[in-house]
């Protein structure tokens, strides 16, 4: 028998005969790890603990600690569900059923099913759970896999498909249930320790429109109860808290039909907010000596095979047929910012160049896979292209950094730091790399943030550094992000004069602070509650006269005095009580009582979101206040202390 090397995450490398399983290997390093093995990582992909191993490879072990485990646990999760649905209603066709994220879900057709009949199938796959089925991986022949699924089309073309080569298929069993599965699974049903079915959705057949539309089962599992009532609970406030629920409640933006799909409205209480992001980046912006461009949301195709979009990305694009001649809609603003940088005649004293610009851009994705603000046709980057001497990348990183930590601390963010290194694919000199790469390990180790490093996930065209938004319910976003690029200043020839009198090429740096107006909202509308700093309420101050004899003098609170904030008054003839609930409703951070007592005095009484109280203020004061809050961009209202 001939011998494989394995590779182990420490970098130790273990000789093991041809044909070993993931199981034999785990049992070579140790026994003890050998039976606590689920199920192995093989070169990156999850894989059965008896899947035996032919080529040398990177292997890692999947034990109950890893957490990788989940997904294997959530995956038998969804055979149980799949099994339990087949039992309540055998003629349920099934198609997938993946673990993600969150948990699972199942595509099933031939069956129609309700949220009601939820219920029943959960009892079922509870009852599976309890007669702990041990489950077994067993191999057939694609023949035989073709029989079994005569009149299921969907497995069918999964076997004449990815699987069309291959002589065997696996299946998995658990009492008198199978699955077309490659596996990996926990032992026996038993091993699953919580589950829930969650929702039920549409689905296309493989994601695609012009496919059937199958029904699709969320659900998920965890290892103990208490795990899934901590998920459960989460899942409540997120949904409390989710974007699309407060947008429409706070009136911040919409969606709707009739202006297509993924194209979001921004209603003035949205665009209040955006305009002071917009500000915000733009001092910051300003504040490095950026010059501000701004580029038309379409260009000719020219450019776009200029740039390589076309090559790599003309999928999401949208084109245009206009005279005859074929224009896109712009994926990215870097193709028209090199292009300005190309109309110019650069000698190293003028770099580096600096542009930004607000710029909208379009990518069409799946209309399944649109979802609020986080996933949209339309939106808009605070997009920023550097054009520098090679030498001088640290430095500029640096200042992007600058502006970037800037930006997480005034929103009081939390976020993860990933540095991700040169693909095996890649354009650029292996010298270029090298200086880039320890460029940015330099930035990254001066800043003394945690990173982590993502070996090999950089983009093909240079090394980045990615921030991910942590929000107040731990879920990761994408946010900012600092790239190099040695790609587009190749394809655009882009060039400037060095001190050797001699023609050189830039590097370009794309960076964002935000990443996406959008993305960001919507990060922040989840993770403020809708409850916004001062400095970004749509509605900073709301007056609310005692009785309809008070509107005057709140005219001219709001007039003389408040000019320069964004203050409405309540002059619906409500309660007093009833206005300040609803003022509480809208989150907005001040409320200004006035009555017949406050009009005589001058004076106001002012109430925050907190229901924190303060009467007979002077209303210089209050302003004064208000100032300072809005200018240090304060995370809450603090003009009443406790
Ligand atoms: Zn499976
Ligand atoms: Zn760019």
């Given at each position: 028998?001939?011998?494989?090397?394995?590779?182990?995450?420490?970098?130790?490398?273990?000789?093991?005969?041809?044909?070993?399983?993931?199981?034999?290997?785990?049992?070579?390093?140790?026994?003890?790890?050998?039976?606590?093995?689920?199920?192995?990582?093989?070169?990156?992909?999850?894989?059965?603990?008896?899947?035996?191993?032919?080529?040398?490879?990177?292997?890692?072990?999947?034990?109950?600690?890893?957490?990788?485990?989940?997904?294997?646990?959530?995956?038998?999760?969804?055979?149980?569900?799949?099994?339990?649905?087949?039992?309540?209603?055998?003629?349920?066709?099934?198609?997938?059923?993946?673990?993600?994220?969150?948990?699972?879900?199942?595509?099933?057709?031939?069956?129609?099913?309700?949220?009601?009949?939820?219920?029943?199938?959960?009892?079922?796959?509870?009852?599976?759970?309890?007669?702990?089925?041990?489950?077994?991986?067993?191999?057939?022949?694609?023949?035989?896999?073709?029989?079994?699924?005569?009149?299921?089309?969907?497995?069918?073309?999964?076997?004449?498909?990815?699987?069309?080569?291959?002589?065997?298929?696996?299946?998995?069993?658990?009492?008198?249930?199978?699955?077309?599965?490659?596996?990996?699974?926990?032992?026996?049903?038993?091993?699953?320790?919580?589950?829930?079915?969650?929702?039920?959705?549409?689905?296309?057949?493989?994601?695609?429109?012009?496919?059937?539309?199958?029904?699709?089962?969320?659900?998920?599992?965890?290892?103990?109860?208490?795990?899934?009532?901590?998920?459960?609970?989460?899942?409540?406030?997120?949904?409390?808290?989710?974007?699309?629920?407060?947008?429409?409640?706070?009136?911040?933006?919409?969606?709707?039909?009739?202006?297509?799909?993924?194209?979001?409205?921004?209603?003035?209480?949205?665009?209040?907010?955006?305009?002071?992001?917009?500000?915000?980046?733009?001092?910051?912006?300003?504040?490095?000596?950026?010059?501000?461009?701004?580029?038309?949301?379409?260009?000719?195709?020219?450019?776009?095979?200029?740039?390589?979009?076309?090559?790599?990305?003309?999928?999401?694009?949208?084109?245009?047929?206009?005279?005859?001649?074929?224009?896109?809609?712009?994926?990215?603003?870097?193709?028209?910012?090199?292009?300005?940088?190309?109309?110019?005649?650069?000698?190293?004293?003028?770099?580096?160049?600096?542009?930004?610009?607000?710029?909208?851009?379009y990518r069409k994705e799946q209309r399944g896979e649109l979802s609020g603000l986080s996933r949209v046709w339309a939106f808009t980057i605070d997009d920023g292209h550097l054009f520098v001497k090679p030498e001088s990348i640290e430095r500029e990183v640096n200042v992007v950094m600058d502006q970037i930590n800037e930006v997480l601390d005034t929103f009081d963010l939390d976020y993860d730091v990933a540095f991700a290194t040169r693909p095996e694919k890649s354009v650029g000199s292996d010298?270029?790399?090298?200086?880039?790469?320890?460029?940015?390990?330099?930035?990254?180790?001066?800043?003394?943030?945690?990173?982590?490093?993502?070996?090999?996930?950089?983009?093909?065209?240079?090394?980045?550094?990615?921030?991910?938004?942590?929000?107040?319910?731990?879920?990761?976003?994408?946010?900012?992000?600092?790239?190099?690029?040695?790609?587009?200043?190749?394809?655009?020839?882009?060039?400037?004069?060095?001190?050797?009198?001699?023609?050189?090429?830039?590097?370009?740096?794309?960076?964002?602070?935000?990443?996406?107006?959008?993305?960001?909202?919507?990060?922040?509308?989840?993770?403020?509650?809708?409850?916004?700093?001062?400095?970004?309420?749509?509605?900073?101050?709301?007056?609310?006269?005692?009785?309809?004899?008070?509107?005057?003098?709140?005219?001219?609170?709001?007039?003389?005095?408040?000019?320069?904030?964004?203050?409405?008054?309540?002059?619906?003839?409500?309660?007093?009580?009833?206005?300040?609930?609803?003022?509480?409703?809208?989150?907005?951070?001040?409320?200004?009582?006035?009555?017949?007592?406050?009009?005589?005095?001058?004076?106001?009484?002012?109430?925050?979101?907190?229901?924190?109280?303060?009467?007979?203020?002077?209303?210089?004061?209050?302003?004064?206040?208000?100032?300072?809050?809005?200018?240090?961009?304060?995370?809450?209202?603090?003009?009443?202390?406790?």
């Amino acid at each position: 028998m001939s011998q494989i090397v394995v590779t182990l995450p420490d970098g130790s490398e273990l000789e093991v005969e041809a044909g070993s399983s993931v199981e034999d290997v785990a049992y070579e390093i140790g026994p003890g790890l050998g039976s606590d093995t689920i199920a192995g990582i093989v070169d990156g992909e999850l894989t059965a603990k008896s899947e035996p191993l032919f080529e040398d490879c990177e292997l890692i072990i999947v034990t109950e600690q890893s957490e990788e485990y989940l997904r294997v646990l959530r995956h038998s999760a969804a055979h149980v569900f799949a099994q339990a649905l087949q039992r309540l209603h055998p003629e349920a066709k099934l198609a997938i059923g993946p673990p993600t994220d969150e948990g699972f879900y199942y595509d099933v057709t031939g069956v129609d099913l309700e949220a009601d009949d939820l219920e029943a199938i959960e009892s079922e796959m509870e009852a599976i759970i309890e007669a702990d089925y041990p489950i077994e991986r067993v191999e057939r022949s694609r023949e035989e896999a073709l029989e079994i699924y005569d009149e299921n089309e969907y497995k069918r073309e999964i076997l004449e498909t990815e699987a069309a080569g291959e002589e065997t298929v696996t299946f998995y069993t658990q009492d008198d249930w199978q699955d077309l599965c490659r596996g990996p699974h926990v032992d026996s049903t038993g091993e699953i320790g919580a589950v829930k079915l969650l929702n039920i959705a549409a689905a296309y057949w493989r994601g695609d429109e012009d496919n059937d539309t199958l029904t699709r089962v969320y659900g998920t599992a965890f290892e103990s109860e208490a795990d899934l009532e901590r998920f459960l609970e989460q899942r409540e406030e997120a949904r409390k808290r989710d974007h699309r629920k407060l947008g429409r409640e706070l009136d911040l933006f919409s969606i709707p039909d009739v202006t297509g799909p993924g194209l979001p409205l921004y209603h003035p209480n949205g665009k209040a907010i955006l305009r002071e992001l917009e500000m915000f980046v733009d001092a910051l912006n300003d504040a490095q000596d950026y010059d501000f461009v701004e580029t038309p949301h379409l260009f000719r195709t020219e450019l776009w095979k200029q740039s390589g979009h076309y090559d790599n990305y003309v999928d999401d694009m949208f084109l245009l047929d206009v005279n005859d001649e074929e224009y896109g809609l712009k994926p990215m603003n870097c193709p028209g910012h090199a292009t300005i940088f190309n109309q110019g005649n650069w000698s190293y004293r003028d770099l580096p160049v600096r542009y930004a610009e607000n710029g909208k851009v379009y990518r069409k994705e799946q209309r399944g896979e649109l979802s609020g603000l986080s996933r949209v046709w339309a939106f808009t980057i605070d997009d920023g292209h550097l054009f520098v001497k090679p030498e001088s990348i640290e430095r500029e990183v640096n200042v992007v950094m600058d502006q970037i930590n800037e930006v997480l601390d005034t929103f009081d963010l939390d976020y993860d730091v990933a540095f991700a290194t040169r693909p095996e694919k890649s354009v650029g000199s292996d010298e270029i790399w090298e200086q880039a790469e320890s460029q940015l390990r330099d930035v990254l180790e001066a800043s003394g943030m945690d990173y982590d490093v993502e070996a090999g996930d950089g983009a093909f065209y240079g090394p980045k550094i990615d921030f991910a938004f942590r929000d107040a319910l731990g879920r990761n976003w994408d946010g900012p992000t600092v790239q190099l690029d040695f790609n587009m200043p190749e394809r655009f020839d882009l060039s400037y004069t060095g001190e050797d009198n001699e023609e050189h090429q830039p590097v370009m740096i794309h960076r964002a602070l935000y990443g996406s107006y959008e993305r960001f909202f919507m990060v922040l509308i989840e993770h403020f509650d809708g409850k916004f700093p001062t400095w970004l309420a749509p509605e900073q101050v709301r007056i609310l006269p005692v009785s309809d004899d008070n509107i005057g003098y709140a005219k001219q609170l709001k007039n003389r005095y408040l000019g320069e904030f964004r203050v409405e008054i309540e002059d619906r003839s409500w309660t007093v009580g009833k206005k300040i609930q609803t003022a509480h409703d809208d989150r907005v951070p001040y409320m200004l009582v006035v009555g017949d007592n406050e009009e005589e005095a001058g004076t106001v009484s002012v109430r925050d979101r907190f229901e924190r109280e303060a009467k007979d203020i002077d209303v210089g004061t209050f302003k004064t206040h208000l100032e300072g809050e809005v200018e240090e961009k304060r995370i809450e209202p603090d003009f009443v202390d406790e």
